[in-house]
Every structure is written in C-alpha cells, then in structure tokens.
C-alpha cells in the first residue's frame, strides 16, 4: 500500500483485475457483433472515473496488473491520454494491456501508454490480404497496419497481431499473402488464429443465411457454434489455419514458437486436454 495506506485484512490481495473504461465500436466488421449489438455507438467512462478505479484497486486490492477489456481502448485519443496522465499524476506502478485499431494510434498516445504502464497492444489484424480486409469491412489498409506496428513498436509496447482463417475469399494465396504480412511487421505474438464463425446479424450472418448455411430460428434450437463453411469445409479451414500457424512459426524460428505450435496443434486434435 502507498502513501500509508494499509489494505483491510478482510479484502483479498489479487495480482490482477480486468476492467472495461469504454463500450462499443464505431468501425462495422462484417465478422463482428459489436457494431449490431451496440448499433456502432461508443461511449466512454470519464478519465477521472477510471483511474479512480483503478486506484481503489491498487490501494484496496493490491492489483498490479490490469487489462483494459474494451472493444477499443483508444478510439478517442485524448480520453486515452488523460486516463494515463491520471495514472501517472497519482503515482499508479502498474502494467497493462489494451486493444486498439490500426488507424487509432499516434505517436503521443503511446508515449503516455507506455509511461503510464502499457506493455501490449492487441490489434485485429485478421488477414495480410488486401482483398479480404476489404471484403470485410475493415477500414484498414496493409500500410495502416504496417504504420500502427512501427509506431507501437517504437514506443517501446509490443503490438500483439489477432488474426482470423476462413472470411470469404480465403485461399492458400491469401494464407501466404498473411504469412508474408507477419513476417515483415513481426508482432509480438501472432500465434493462434481462430476461424470465422457466423454471429446474429452480421453481414457474415446474411451472406451464410443466402447460401442456405443456416436460419433465423437456428439459435431458437441449438447452441453450438456455427463456422463459415459458405467455401470451405471445417477439415478444409483448420488445414489453411495449420498452413498460417506453422508460417508463423518458421518466421520466428525461436524453440518456443515450435512448442507453442505444436501444443496448440495436439490439443486442437484432443480438446479433452
């Protein structure tokens, strides 16, 4: 505890807290429920009531880490800045990690991250394609994301790549085309991909719905989770996934990527692990 401050024995002491300063997107992916869910409206938590937050947690909790669990921590930038102004002006000693989108990051803004205790930044990177960002709806082109990784880089956060197998148009050309974006802006970590999977009311949703993929009472009957195999079939997809993750870890070439990959591919084979 700081400034003697003593924390209540009756309180649990945590090493970490997640927290969510902001709801909502302004961006309409057509993967994403976001957008529909929150009709693309984004509001915010004040910076004072958030670093507030984030004290009573370090004083009463002991908290050192945090994760900023927003859609988009930085989608107003000087409301960024403040929060880390706050953070700093109160002396917080604290490490933490937030996700952003490539066109909302500048230079200022990440300094006072990176002062104010941010060591990751994750971005939805989702495809090195050009073609398929756009089909998409992305609102990113290859050098916003070229752009976003060289700037967090030199802020000196580690920028951590999100990306995604299966949106229409994939092929093992734009599996390479995605290897080769990765080993040119070498995230931090880019080592799991996930395969597109079809929520309510996207436009991915519409276009499955068209091709006979599903229905609108689908949900009303069952809950599994319904990838998009409007292209490709499942078997089909996690060999294009296998294709990207092993590119990956050939480009890191380090002893732990190979483990990671080869984890992650017994236990994609044995979910009961």
Not at 79 to 85: F, P, S
Not at 87 to 93: E, N, Q, S, Y
């Amino acid at each position: 505890p700081r400034a003697g401050l003593s924390t209540p024995s009756s309180l649990p002491r945590v090493s970490s807290a997640a927290i969510i300063t902001s709801r909502g997107c302004p961006h309409d992916c057509a993967f994403c429920s976001a957008s529909k869910f929150w009709k693309r409206k984004w509001r915010a938590r004040s910076a004072e009531n958030v670093v507030s937050e984030i004290e009573s947690l370090y004083d009463r909790h002991g908290v050192r880490n945090f994760i900023f669990f927003d859609d988009n921590f930085t989608v107003r930038k000087s409301r960024a800045i403040d929060i880390c102004r706050g953070i700093v002006d109160r002396k917080l000693k604290i490490k933490y990690a937030a996700s952003s989108h490539v066109t909302h990051v500048n230079e200022e803004m990440l300094h006072w991250m990176k002062r104010s205790g941010c060591y990751r930044i994750d971005f939805g990177v989702e495809s090195g394609s050009a073609a398929i960002l756009d089909r998409v709806d992305k609102s990113q082109t290859l050098d916003d994301i070229r752009r976003a990784f060289r700037l967090v880089k030199n802020a000196g956060i580690k920028p951590r790549a999100f990306l995604m197998v299966g949106n229409p148009g994939e092929s093992e050309r734009t599996i390479r085309e995605t290897i080769a974006l990765m080993q040119e802006i070498r995230p931090y970590d880019s080592s799991s991909a996930n395969l597109l999977w079809v929520l309510p009311d996207t436009e991915i949703y519409k276009i499955a719905k068209e091709k006979g993929l599903l229905t609108d009472d689908f949900w009303l009957q069952r809950d599994d989770m319904v990838f998009f195999t409007c292209e490709h079939s499942v078997k089909e997809l996690e060999r294009l996934k296998d294709q990207l993750l092993r590119g990956i870890m050939e480009i890191d070439g380090t002893v732990r990527a190979r483990v990671e990959y080869w984890a992650r591919k017994i236990f994609s084979k044995h979910p009961v692990l």
